[in-house]
């Protein structure tokens, strides 16, 4: 008949990490099935006893208890070396986990190994496959035509890749600039971001406007051919996929910065210059006498020859100095007229952005979560029906969820962002604790 469990040993700082890691629900079941285990050992009940309490077999909980006692001399020294708790913590899990596995001998040398990661970081191109990236299968047998091995399969493979953190699935777009000269690319993000963070001052000091515009092509008007199925308990909404065209409409579409407003959207079959021309004027009609400056790309509508026409109109410009277009003057050029609609001195002046930096322009924001929430699930009968939603979501949108963007971009180029920067919340915590221990060595 098993006697009474010989007394465990717990200091008052042990003791607190073990009912940690009981009352804790993030931990695993095995961990604090064993941390309940040496606390019931501590109060001093029977390997019998706690068996039946933590649902063990009578010599696992004997096996913990021996562990622990064998544990306990190099658990002590942690604890009066003055360390964190949270090292002592992880001391305690180390006892209480299971005990690394010898596991059989490895199938594949390190050599072998190291040339399917080769393998995998080559273009399948050079291999003679049409493909434009690698699968696990393609890489098995890719490898066994060239004799890195005998035979390997495909599970094995993406264990390989896995292991060297690679992912041929996977793909990430960028984009250079067309700008040649670096410091003029700098110097154009660099006025779009000013002009983004002055905007509140000038708002409040001049009553100066400062606008996104932008345009939303082709929003067609698709009917579907049946019903959309709702939504179930363990079952999404079902769309039917097959679909009726209606015909298509344009948006063009301000983003007041300072308020979070989209303000006078127009809606059209058309984008030409004279249809941004007179979005321009009937945005700059419901504040007729003051300061707009719109943010806009590098379309050639928003350099037109009838923007610059209308802008000097209202800076009293008379039309004959600003010479014909593609001759001389202000109108020669897409890059006379540019400069003209760019001037300071004007009360209505235009920012352009980048080329290939639409990444700038709030407003395109504002048209991902118009085509998210009112476009792409939706169905509609007809253009108008179309036309109506829009304008609908948009009035919704102003009343219940738009406000000014934080925008804390201060122009740094994206080429100096580093590669090798943290992105998960792991990482980010790493490089956080590391900071805070180089700042503590310092002020030691």
Known sequence: MPGKAAEVLVTDSLLTILRQIVRQSTVSRRLAQRAQVILLAWEGLTNLDIAAEVNLHRRQVGLWRARWQESMPALQSIAQAGKALSELRRAVEDVLSDAPRPGSPGTFTPQQVIAIISLACEEPKLSGRPITHWTGSELADEAQQRKIVKSISTSQVNRFLREAKLQPHRSRYWITTTEKDQAVFEAQVDIVCQTYLSAPKLAATEGTHTVCVDEMTSIQALERIQITIPMKPGQPERIEFEYQRHGTTCLICNWDVVEGQVISPTLGPTRTEVDFCWHIHDTVNTDPNAKWVFVVDNLNTHISEALVRYVAMLEGIPRSELGRKGHSGILQSM????????????????????????????????????????????????VAELQTRILDFI????????????????????????????????EKWTARRNLLKTQVSSQL
């Open 335 to 382: 890059a006379t007229r540019r400069e003209f609609l760019s001037q300071a001195r004007h009360r209505i002046r235009f920012v352009y952005l980048p080329k290939h930096s639409s990444w700038l322009n709030q407003i395109e924001s504002i048209f991902g979560i118009i085509n998210r929430k009112a476009l792409r699930r939706a169905s509609f009968t007809s």
């Open 395 to 426: 009035d919704y949108l102003n009343r219940t969820m738009a406000k000014p963007f934080n925008w804390t971009y201060t122009g740094r180029p994206l080429a100096s962002k580093s590669d090798d920067r943290p992105r998960t919340w792991k």
